[in-house]
């Protein structure tokens, strides 16, 4: 296409979106995402890289000659209005498929409304409730905390440890994980010792930490939360003089946790995905073109460090994107039926092959183990 | 004994800033009957302020005072948009307006500052001091520290200065103190400025443990208000002990009991006593002269 072409093309498409009815060429897309709101350090970076890549897609054209007009809402974390924008996006807005639900108590409350009207749905929150059992039309980009607890188990076991204290947010992250690991850890060989937990918006976890001190046999501590808890914890871990080994989950996965934990982080290990070490990829590791072209468009359009949130939408849009492609059509039925056809795709949190049993499509190996170093910077310990 | 001074310094800590708060709660409660529930966005505006200042440079100790300043203006304006319009409104109706100014000050925090969770550096090093084995952070030193200079300093307020004697008389009896002169607005408008400014110095002293963000004075001015009740609501020292006391509960509750429930047996025990004693450990009961 040459340069007159496509320039024609973006002022049709600006032209269309001022005309604010939908353009018969226009492919409508909702998302309802938390960017305002307790998680909003979630769903901020989410919006910001759908605003950013739709922008990015139509300019190149669009998907076969068609512009995506993205519908967004904000359900400041309130799974009820989430729910509300949900019935919006299909009744009034007429969208062909939706991105979003931030948290995995938004996409539960939102679920229903697209497997009623069949509209495809691409959650980005972590919980496994989301794809599992599989529903027809509901998909998610992010690892689930299961695959975070198998992980760190298995980095465990590697190391000799057997015996831990999980210490976990009382959150529904923290709460949901909690579950996970537990249901896990036998089937891993790990045992825990002690299970200590903590509110979300706690300042001062020593009380829990010193109780896992006094328990017999601790060998490792894992604290399975996100947001300020796990800070806080890192900090007063360092402050009791902790020595024992301990593990982070993906949800601290953030340059924030590390500003806040300070120095008390480093030997931290967590489970992340590769985009948080996109330099430190092997050449030719498939993931790495991937990840540092949208780590350097991200940060250059944004100005803020990348996180692994904007990560889960970026993929979310891309596996849509070429679903649609591969459609051919705007129909939702179809479309529904290329996103659980994904086969290979490369996206920021590993390689996606989806199948009608699993509409999730990641492994374990898209997980890399991490070890936070000299209060800045993640390195691969595996 | 190590476990147990443990939980006694984090009980402390933490109880030192719910103290500060039930302090803000009872200074403008007794001046004018209102319970400000924006108490807690206060701490929050502190803390905030600090760390966007000390952001952009400003020396710290700079920004602080500032922040200080910036608050207490918000303060005023609390009182003198706010509350000062609707004088003689039942105290329901002033309880939902600081309820709605909180909620206004959040939001504008959101915009204003971000929505990121932040933390100051410590002002004397994050290397803790062992007390009979049990750690503890210079900063809560700080914490404990500043929450005991406020007290002495506003009893010093109260007793022996003529403005304080005048905050006095005006809780004691508001239509006497007018007759002789004072300025019920003045000395209102004093009060609001005065809790904004315990409530910054809480959140700056408070911002290198806890962190700051702009979500934090709703669950603080919860934790503030039941410690104000616990000590009796009107009585410096009662916030004071209630405020401790509701740290202790929490750091032995979630030591001693179980972590899931820490929250719930410090609310458990603020029940009970309230039950045995309805005016608080050191209020006085209301009595109706006629």
């Known amino acids: 296409m040459t340069k007159t072409t496509s320039a024609a093309l973006g002022g049709l498409a600006a032209l269309a979106l001022m005309a604010g009815a939908a353009h018969a060429e226009a492919i409508k897309i909702g998302a309802v995402l938390s960017a305002t709101g307790p998680a909003a350090f979630l769903g901020d970076p989410e919006q910001k890289t759908l605003d950013l890549y739709v922008k990015k897609i139509n300019e190149a054209g669009g998907i076969d000659g068609k512009t995506i007009e993205l519908v967004t809402y904000d359900d400041g974390g309130d799974a009820n209005k989430a729910r509300t924008f949900a019935e919006r996006l299909v009744e009034q807005d007429e969208v062909v498929a939706v991105i979003g639900g931030t948290t995995t108590g938004t996409s539960m409350a939102m679920i229903p409304v697209f497997e009623d009207n069949e509209i495809p749905f691409i959650s980005l929150a972590g919980g496994i409730q989301i794809v599992d059992p599989v529903k027809p039309f509901t998909f998610k980009t992010p690892h689930t905390d299961r695959m975070a607890c198998e992980k760190i188990f298995a980095d465990m076991k590697a190391r000799g440890l057997a015996k831990i204290a999980l210490a976990s947010g009382t959150g529904g992250f923290g709460a949901s994980m909690r579950e996970q690991c537990l249901k896990v850890a036998p089937a891993a060989g790990i045992e825990i010792v002690a299970d200590e937990t903590y509110g979300p918006k706690d300042t001062d976890m020593t009380p829990q930490i010193t109780k896992i001190r006094g328990t017999a046999g601790v060998e490792a501590v894992l604290n399975a939360d996100f947001g300020q808890g796990p800070a806080v914890f890192t900090r007063n871990y360092a402050q009791l003089g902790m020595t024992l080994p301990l593990y982070q989950s993906h949800g601290v996965a953030s340059k924030q946790f590390i500003e806040l934990a300070g120095p008390a982080a480093d030997g931290a290990r967590l489970p992340a995905a590769a985009l948080l070490v996109a330099d430190d990829l092997a050449a030719d590791d498939p993931q790495k073109p991937v990840v540092t072209e949208y780590r350097d468009a991200f940060e250059a359009a944004t100005g803020q460090p990348v996180s692994t949130f904007g990560g889960h939408a970026y993929d979310g849009l891309m596996i849509l994107k070429e679903a649609i492609d591969r459609a051919d059509s705007a129909d939702p039925g179809e479309i529904r039926d290329q996103i659980e056809a994904t086969k290979g795709f490369v996206g920021t949190a590993g390689v996606v092959t989806m199948s009608p049993e699993n509409h999730l499509g990641l492994d374990l190996s898209s997980f890399r183990m991490l070890a936070i170093e000299n209060g800045c910077c993640w390195v691969i310990v595996e | ?290």
């Open chain 2, 1 to 290: 004994m190590q476990e147990f001074l443990q939980f006694i310094f984090s009980g402390l800590t933490v109880g030192a800033v719910y103290a500060l708060v039930a302090l803000g709660f009872t200074i403008i409660y007794n001046a004018s009957e209102v319970v400000n529930f924006a108490q807690g966005e206060f701490v929050m505006l502190g803390g905030m302020t600090t760390v966007f200042l000390a952001a952009a440079g400003v020396p710290l100790p700079l920004a602080a005072a500032l922040a200080v300043v910036a608050t207490v203006a918000v303060g005023l304006a609390l009182y003198a948009f706010a509350i000062a319009p609707v004088r003689g409104a039942s105290t329901v109706t002033l309880i939902i307006i600081t309820i709605g100014a909180s909620i206004l000050i959040r939001g504008a925090a959101q915009v204003i500052f971000d929505k990121q969770v932040h933390r100051l550096p410590s002002f004397s090093g994050d290397a803790p001091i062992t007390l009979a084995g049990a750690a503890i952070l210079p900063q809560s030193f700080w914490i404990l520290g500043g929450a005991a200079v406020i007290v002495v300093g506003l009893k010093a307020f109260f007793e022996h200065t003529l403005t304080g004697k005048a905050v006095l008389a005006a809780a004691a009896n508001s239509l006497a103190a007018e007759l002789v002169g004072i300025s019920l607005r003045k000395v209102v408008g004093l009060s609001f400025a005065l809790s904004a400014a315990i409530g910054a110095v809480g959140g700056i002293l408070a911002a290198p443990i806890t962190f700051t963000s702009y979500d934090m004075g709703t669950l603080l001015a919860l934790k503030g208000f039941a410690a104000a009740m616990l000590g009796g609501i009107g009585n410096p020292i009662g916030a004071v002990v209630g405020g401790l006391m509701v740290g202790l509960l929490e750091a032995f509750g979630a030591g001693y009991v179980s972590s899931s429930y820490k929250d719930g047996i410090a609310f458990l025990v603020i029940l009970v006593v309230l039950f045995a004693m309805p005016q608080g450990l050191f209020g006085r009961a209301k009595v109706e002269r006629v």
